[in-house]
């Protein structure tokens, strides 16, 4: 009995300890506010930001490498929930770049569909030689459908001030 | 040429999944897309293998020698649970996109009884070190063969057109049985 229960305490702690050495060995640095910064991305991997995609532009906010309004799509709404999340000062950042929408000259297009097909986010509504156009609540400016366009007929510009769009100007420095 | 046999055995005429009936819950759960079948497979074969060796060494160095024969099924559970945990974490650390695919089937693994049925079957055989190895890796390439053929039937079925009644895990079940009758013709192979 007593040599049972020796035996197995000390296999337990031999394992016990080898599985620390591996989690040590074999450690993956994750840090959960990635996931949660990259959930509050659009995850349309439009690359506006200058990184390869959102998982890496998340984490580069979370280290502090990348200002957290550097996400075009996003817009303000994101950007504030963003510091608030990452504990950012609003006022510390600069002018955010402005949220660019796609726009196709009709004039041009050809109903090639290649736009149609480069759209992560759908925004590129048409069929074969038809003309094309975008949806621009869904559009987020990746300028993914100009590079592809064989015409040159799409143009990235910014949104155009509406109601909706529109906010106080920050009052300047004196 | 007997290891040569009692692996070609273990593989093909005594598959652990479709002849023995050992672990059947990551045959259903995990075969449903090829790849992430075939990673289940790989890190069920390191798992086996593993555990196989392991368990050989505890129960001819501890258990037999200090007669204490009663702690095997408990020893054993306990050396497979770690060897799995080992494994998720390498896992985890090379590949995290099959970490990601294999999900909560990986610490699984744990309560596969073709692990722990592997290693008190080396008990029951009374296999020597090199026939438990063999033994095991037999058994785990066979799980894996399973898994990758089953899998490759599933993705077919999923395509096909099933009677509503048979759709989903009946239609596998009915597979899962047709491959089993292919593999029991090996019988009488050895």
């Not at chain 1, 996003?74 to 999340?85: D, I, K």
């Not at chain 1, 109903?111 to 480069?118: D, L």
């Not at chain 1, 987020?140 to 100007?169: A, F, Q, R, Y």
């Not at chain 2, 074969?45 to 037999?64: D, G």
Request: with cysteine; charged share 10%.
């Amino acid at each position: 009995m007593f040599v049972a229960t020796l035996v197995l305490t000390a296999l337990g702690l031999l394992l016990g300890w080898l599985l620390g050495l591996a989690a040590r060995v074999f450690a993956v640095e994750e840090n959960p506010i990635v996931n949660e910064v990259e959930a509050l991305l659009p995850g349309s991997q439009c690359g506006q930001c200058g990184f390869p995609g959102c998982s890496a532009a998340a984490e580069a906010m979370v280290e502090g490498n990348a200002a957290v309004n550097c996400c075009p799509p996003g817009g303000r709404a994101l950007t504030e929930s963003l510091a608030e999340l990452l504990n950012i000062d609003l006022n510390s950042l600069g002018d955010a770049p402005v949220p660019q929408l796609a726009t196709i000259d009709e004039t041009l297009c050809t109903g090639c569909t290649k736009c149609y097909k480069a759209c992560p986010t759908d925004a590129i509504v048409g069929a074969t030689r038809q003309i094309h156009a975008v949806i621009s609540k869904a559009c987020t400016g990746c300028s993914k459908c100009k590079d592809v366009c064989p015409e040159d007929c799409i143009s990235l510009n910014p949104e155009p001030l509406t109601l909706n769009t529109w906010h106080w100007t920050k009052p300047e420095a004196a | 040429m007997d290891y040569l046999l009692l692996f070609i055995g273990t593989v093909l005429v005594n598959n652990i999944v479709l002849v023995k009936f050992l672990g059947l819950c990551p045959l259903m759960g995990v075969s449903n897309n090829l790849s992430a079948a075939f990673g289940m497979g790989l890190a069920t074969t390191f798992v086996l293998t593993l555990s196989a060796l392991a368990s050989w060494i505890i129960e001819h160095l501890l258990l037999v020698p200090l007669h204490i024969e009663f702690l095997r099924i408990l020893s054993f559970i306990l050396i497979i649970a770690a060897v799995v945990q080992f494994t998720e974490a390498v896992v985890r650390k090379t590949s995290p996109l099959l970490h990601k695919n294999l999900g909560v089937f990986l610490p699984l693994i744990t309560t596969n009884c073709a692990v722990l049925g592997v290693a008190l079957l080396n008990v029951r055989e009374e296999y020597s070190l090199v026939q438990s190895l063999v033994f095991g890796m037999g058994s785990a390439l066979g799980f894996s063969i399973v898994m990758v053929i089953f899998a490759g039937l599933r993705e077919r079925i999923a395509m096909a057109n099933v009677p509503a009644t048979f759709a989903g895990t009946p239609v596998s079940l009915v597979t899962a049985g047709l491959l089993s009758l292919v593999f029991m013709g090996f019988s009488g192979m050895i």
